[in-house]
């Protein structure tokens, strides 16, 4: 078996959304200064790094993080590269040969380049899925959407696509690095911190391949 981790390293230098809480690492209690072990504070956003989101990010009186179904975020799932797309809407999800069985969809694009060059600025100008993609993503009964940036939505009109998903039950995963991983069948691995009342949290994601 071969594992490929596709989470982003959480650290000081990853970029986040505009206005979100900056990520900060305090070391409270430190051996180099006398004391028995390290013991390290941390302050960031639900929505840093490799993260998904829950109904309740933009829907009112939706399910929180500890509602997402184990058997939605562990199971197969199908990479395809969109490479050459601007935007990922209904027309490039026709041309991406995804199986009809597929019901968790990670999408590769051009954002990957993103993270292989260690860039530390936020980009606004990411590939993303706009509301015609969201209805395909729907329609063809996918239970897991990932994208290789922030946001499954584009900069600037984050809401139709985010509703039209979470309404119907779709769990969108942000901020994967899918830079050293070819398209195909995998099995996915998506575990977020089981963080009560919240409508999002940073996960751990594997692809699994034989």
Not at 67 to 83: K, M
Not at 104 to 123: G, H, M, P, V, Y
């Amino acid at each position: 078996m071969t594992y490929h981790d596709i989470s982003l390293t959480v650290n000081s230098d990853l970029p986040v959304w505009p206005g979100h809480p900056q990520i900060a690492f305090d070391l409270t209690s430190d051996m180099n200064a006398g004391a028995k072990a390290n013991i390290t504070r941390i302050a960031l956003g639900v929505h840093t790094g490799t993260h998904l989101d829950a109904p309740l990010h933009f829907i009112r009186d939706g399910g929180d993080v500890t509602t997402l179904a184990l058997e939605t975020l562990i199971g197969p799932a199908q990479v395809v590269d969109a490479n050459d797309a601007a935007v990922i809407d209904a027309t490039v999800l026709d041309s991406l040969s995804i199986h009809d069985d597929t019901e968790r969809l990670l999408i590769k694009t051009r954002n990957s380049q993103l993270w292989s060059e260690a860039r530390t600025d936020f980009f606004t100008e990411f590939v993303a899925v706009n509301p015609s993609g969201a209805a395909w993503l729907v329609e063809n009964e996918i239970r897991l959407v990932g994208v290789d940036y922030l946001s499954i939505a584009p900069y600037g009109d984050s809401v139709p696509t985010h509703v039209t998903l979470l309404r119907a039950g779709v769990i969108p995963v942000e901020g994967l690095n899918l830079s050293a991983v070819q398209p195909g069948k995998y099995w996915l691995i998506c575990l977020p911190i089981k963080l009560g009342g919240c409508e999002g949290a940073p996960a751990r994601a594997v692809l699994v391949s034989e």
